[in-house]
């Protein structure tokens, strides 16, 4: 006969109290209930039962918290099976993910870009261009999806650079039947009905386009007029359709800090103007920080990380009331960014093979260097390496080690666990106000 499972709460509930209801939260399967009186009385009570017996005496509500995963068997390490997870992604090599900047130049001045102090800023040249194809042709042998991040400075700037890369990874992936894919982060100056045509034949389907606001505050930041500034934005507008054709998604990122923090609105308002309400356009508010090691240059009042969250849900809250979809919501995370995944890489312009984003044009996580007549040696040289943050483990880090709401954000940054990172968390301030409104969106 075999013996009866025996159950014991998740390690990864949470519960929050909130305006006299609790609100009870699994951060691995994203569940969330908000339950007062009797209802949060039973729920607490069968909760209860299954700690201290190992079952509940309703077996219809023990059926329901398994289902949930709210109880899981009572020998399962949770915690290790999570970190073998993360470990098991970040080992992978299913998924080849490149992030270049085929230059390092820009149309715009923004006040905030952690790169507009860079200087002699050249475009990736011919032999790069080819010594970039060979490499990501050569990484390629393990995979099955090919994931390319245009980046910049603009990467606009570079389209012709960018067309030549893309044709041929498009080639090479046709071949071997590997699926190919690219996303764009771009200012949208340089956007127009016959250039969204041309992202389309280089298979751009997600496209990240920050704003700030207002137009009056977008040409305060970007350093150009007024008048260049509305025109800009009658100018994305007019594109929003074109880009929408092409698109799987389209990022609006919107900067805020203490002098706009309700720029999101502005944003949303201008394109419920033009009648676009699709589940495509995702709305996002981008806070400025300056926390040591990210933006240390950076002359912006920043909001406190109280203020981020109190911000942060009233957007939510505008965005659903416009008829909005509303993204951002909790979810079980894969990896917080890509730089602790052994099959994603960023190149700069100079040929330069790094593991991060803002570090694109800097020193900073360096390891390797594309050789274009020598490939083999790139590749020599990259296993004799000691990658950059390849170490990293969220679930041993000292800042976050033992925190239930790890699945949720795998310690963020991985660049402020370092011993000179500043380490902030930005999930537990506002979290009731949070789960309280995806419980109902």
Known sequence: ????????????????????TRLFFNSVNSHIFELSGGQRESFDQALREVEEQGHCADPRMQYCLKTLGFIVPESEN????????????????ESLRITIAPTLACNLHCSYCFQHELRHLPMLSPELERGVVDFVDRKLESSKILVMRWFGGEPLLALPQITRMTEELQRFCASRGI?????????????????????????????????????????????????????????????????LKILKTLVIRINVDQHNPRGGEDVVRMFKSRGYVDRRIDFRLGFLNTLPGILDCVPHDCLSMSAISSVQTEFHQFLAAEGYSVYGGPELLEYPCGVPLAHCFTIDPYGRIGKCVPCIGTEESVFAQIYPDD??????????????????????SPACEGCKLL?????????????????????????????????TH
């Open 1 to 20: 006969m075999l013996a009866e499972t025996r159950w014991k709460p998740s390690f990864f509930n949470i519960h929050v109290d909130r305006n006299g």
């Open 78 to 93: 949770e915690y290790e099976r999570e970190r073998r997870r993360f470990q098991s992604t970040a080992r992978s090599t």
């Open 179 to 243: 699926v190919y894919y690219a996303e764009m982060l771009t200012n949208g100056a340089l956007l127009t009905p016959e250039r969204i045509e041309k992202l389309n034949e280089l298979s751009v389907r997600l496209m990240h386009l920050p704003l700030d606001g207002a137009p009056a505050l977008y040409a305060e930041r970007r350093g150009i007029s007024l008048e260049q500034a509305l025109a800009f934005h009658e100018r994305l507008l007019d594109n929003v359709p074109h880009l």
């Open 375 to 396: 490939i083999d040696r790139t590749l020599r040289e990259m296993e004799a390496a000691d990658l950059p943050y390849a170490d990293y483990d969220p679930y041993s």
């Open 407 to 439: 699945p949720q954000c795998l310690g963020a940054c991985p660049r402020n666990h370092t011993p000179n990172g500043v380490f902030q968390c930005g999930l537990r301030d506002g979290l009731a106000d949070r789960l309280a409104f995806f419980s």
